[in-house]
DNA sequence: TTGCAATGTAAAATATACTTTACATTATGT
DNA sequence: ACATAATGTAAAGTATATTTTACATTGCAA
């Protein structure tokens, strides 16, 4: 039920750019660090906004921050 | 103060897969016709895995449904 | 070893997405 | 003219994303 789940590679990207931060992620992002927390955690997934925020601070696209993939 | 807003072509898109109704929009993708005709009248915009779905409904990428852009 | 930066856990409060129900409007076919 | 399908408006309720606060852990540098 369900099917698909929604996977990030955020924490990749954040080493991949400079070493960025939780904390300085959720500044730029404008969010809290719980909340990026929780969405590299996958807690919970992110608003669209959040992930099209997220995705223009690494100059990525969107789909290759998030992936929506059938869980294995 | 915000800067960019979430637009869509749902609408079109819509139209373009068979004029594939609302109502039949909201069934595939597993919400309510109010959903999808809050989205596409932009009151608000949808969570990440909704935006996953609709997009596979119409065998498109996300990000040509949804577009993060500045506001004119 | 002491201190600090980064990350993690947790719980209560708030904002926003989504549901449910009900009714109004518009267009189309008969 | 009537019936019906599709779209729109609206309001109250539920679910989930996000905030706020507070504290624990880990690793690294002085």
Do not use: W
Not at 1 to 28: C, H, P, S, Y
Not at 44 to 72: G, M, R
Request: net charge negative.
């Amino acid at each position: 039920m369900a099917g698909k789940v929604i996977k990030n590679n955020i924490r990749v990207l954040r080493f991949q750019n400079d070493e960025m931060t939780q904390a300085a992620l959720a500044d730029k992002s404008g969010v809290t660090r719980q909340t990026i927390l929780a969405i590299e955690a996958a807690k919970y997934a992110p608003s669209l906004e959040l992930a099209f925020k997220i995705s223009d601070i690494f100059s990525t696209p969107l789909e290759d921050v998030f992936q929506y993939v059938d869980k294995e």
